[in-house]
């Protein structure tokens, strides 16, 4: 089986060559699902679409795609699929080697979009991100995680060639959703830190703008805290465009480093120790917590900040066991060896561990 973790365009860059592959369009807003036909216009797509949707996500908005296609003279099909397992990305690649479409839409959560960037990246086509919750930057980014790869990260993909993000149709979503949206915004500002330490110790490849962009969107979530709450239209929106900001960092950077640093090798190795934890940015919030006091910064702002968007800050709160989240931080470091951070340079046993834990009362 070929497995591409590069979009198959960049492979044998030379490392003196920086390749950037940003979205063409974004439309944020209330209604904004009815703009798809002038988006489809606009980019010249003529031939066959696909939608990747699941079954909540067809109700909720994937009926109104496939509508709004067929008014705009495409051919459409649309392919349930329940997760984003390596199952799944071949069961919508054999659909697209079979229909032959000009672009996949990906309609739903981080797991639909994931299956549908991953599979049109694999089989050449360009695909169309139409996210129906906010629970993490992977609705605008070039990286998809999908299991059975063998590893717990997201790997480089594509990144989409539109972004369609209808307020209205993200409000029918569960608050939680967009809580753990608000941890995996808030946890840039321990990725960048550790970005940093990467080109430091490491000489690897720093971007001062992709990091600017990703500390621009978690400044920006901290400060609109009390607005980004069930209800307010205007807080939901700057969540939705800092995601898609964190997403576009991720292009510019040409990899997930501005955000994704050791708060999400805690939230990955979480996942190992206990697989029904938290949500991905309700675990990174924690871990952003546990991982701004290793770095000796003010980590009690990082955790009341997150206890104003109403996301965890316990094991407890969580659903994970106090020695879970020992154990998964003193795995993290093991998860991703070639991912320099905070957690290389500490190199901390399960009692240091254990410590940085209860002083952050994470654990009791
Ligand atoms: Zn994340």
Redesign the pocket.
Known sequence: MKLYYEHPSVTGLPSTHHYMQLPREVIVGNGALSRIPEVVKRLNIKGPALIIAGQTSRQIAGNTVHKLLVEADLIVDMLLVEAATIRDVLRIEEAIADLKPKILFGVGGGTKIDAAKLSSAHQGIPFISVPTTLS??GIASPLASVKGFGKPYSAMSQAPLAIIADTEVISLAPWRFAVSGCG?VI?KFTAVRDWRLGHDEKGEYYGEYAASLALMSATLVEKSASEIQKGNEEGTRILLEALISCGVAMSIAGSSRP??GSE?LFSHALNVVNPNGAM??EQ?GVGSILMTYLWGQNWRKVRDTLKKLGAPTTAAEMGVKDREVVKALELARTIRPDRHTVLQKLNMDYSACEKAAKATEVIS
């Open positions: 993490h930057d995996d946890s955000c994704s999400h991905h940015g990174c």
